[in-house]
């Protein structure tokens, strides 16, 4: 049961590795490019909920609400006023960019919160556990964030196939040059899918803070689970996205079985694997 037990504490594990790369899928699959400031912006999340709620005393609904409020707005504005700017058929400046957007996060972060780490104190929530058969347990803050990638990745597919938002923003990705004949702004919809994939950002940042210890630092790692994710499930699919998390996650419970030093690099190992048998992911992106 042991085995079994690893098995299922990664499937919930990769509900968090979901929540990092669903924002990181998104932006792709719309924009193509990588942001390499995800990993930060994750972590900005993670310290804003916790300003909100431990130094400025918010009810945690509201502390959520004004995070993820935050969040949405200032990856608008930033996709606005700064991202589209550099965006175009070369690559390299909106890469260039995020890595400049990275490290001015990291110092301030280490300015204003200094290098220890921290975590949101959750109380009751983080121990609380349900009892399954065979004597399995089932942690309950896992299991909401497992839930919540659920929610987050039902919910971007619903707007990405079954609105105008949606059709719009799948148009933009398919053939941007064309967008502006037909009435649309291809700016203002980058700023939009940004906002959104911001949104999710703030919401992974969140359960971050929750789940576990985070510093300043925490944002390149993040950013490699993320990526990890998503090249494993398929650049811009949102359910390969799932998918990926929950492999990168079971890959590392099952690592974490044999040594604890062998957890994440058997998470490294996995993604090497299907990146040699597969280069374009197990479920690779799809017109349409």
């Not at 990769?14 to 193509?32: I, P």
């Not at 707007?159 to 064309?178: K, Q």
């Not at 203002?188 to 906002?195: D, E, L, N, S, Y």
């Not at 359910?239 to 492999?247: P, R």
Request: charged content about 10%.
């Amino acid at each position: 049961m042991i085995w079994v037990n690893a098995i299922l504490q990664g499937v919930l594990l990769g509900g968090l590795y979901a929540l990092f790369a669903a924002g990181l899928s998104l932006m792709f699959g719309v924009m193509r490019f990588v942001n390499i400031a995800h990993g930060d912006f994750i972590v900005v999340g993670a310290y804003a909920i916790l300003t909100a709620i431990v130094t400025m005393g918010l009810p945690p609904v509201l502390g959520v609400a004004a995070v993820l409020v935050l969040m949405a707005v200032a990856g608008f504005a930033g996709q606005y006023v700064v991202l589209n700017r550099v965006l175009g058929k070369d690559i390299l400046p909106p890469i260039l960019v995020t890595f400049g957007m990275s490290i001015i996060l990291q110092n301030a972060l280490l300015e204003i919160y200094s290098a220890d780490s921290r975590k949101l104190p959750t109380g009751t929530f983080e121990t609380s556990s349900i009892d399954l058969a065979g004597g399995l347990a089932v942690g309950v803050l896992p299991l909401c964030m497992f839930l919540t990638a659920l929610a987050v990745i039902g919910g971007l597919q619903f707007v990405f196939y079954r609105t105008a938002l949606g059709r719009m923003l799948r148009a933009t990705s398919d053939d941007p040059e064309i967008v502006p004949l037909m009435g649309g702004n291809n700016n203002r919809i980058f700023a939009i899918a940004t906002a959104m994939a911001s949104l999710v950002v703030g919401i992974a940042g969140i359960w971050l803070a929750m789940k576990t210890q985070f510093d300043p630092a925490a944002g390149p790692a993040r950013l490699l689970f993320a990526f990890e994710a998503v090249i494993i499930g398929g650049l811009g699919n949102l359910w390969g996205t799932l998918a990926g998390g929950i492999i990168l996650g079971v890959a590392q419970t099952l690592g974490a079985q044999i040594g604890g030093g062998f957890q994440i690099l058997a998470g490294h190992l996995v993604f090497l694997l299907i990146l040699i048998v597969r280069p374009k992911g197990l479920f690779p992106r799809m017109k349409g």
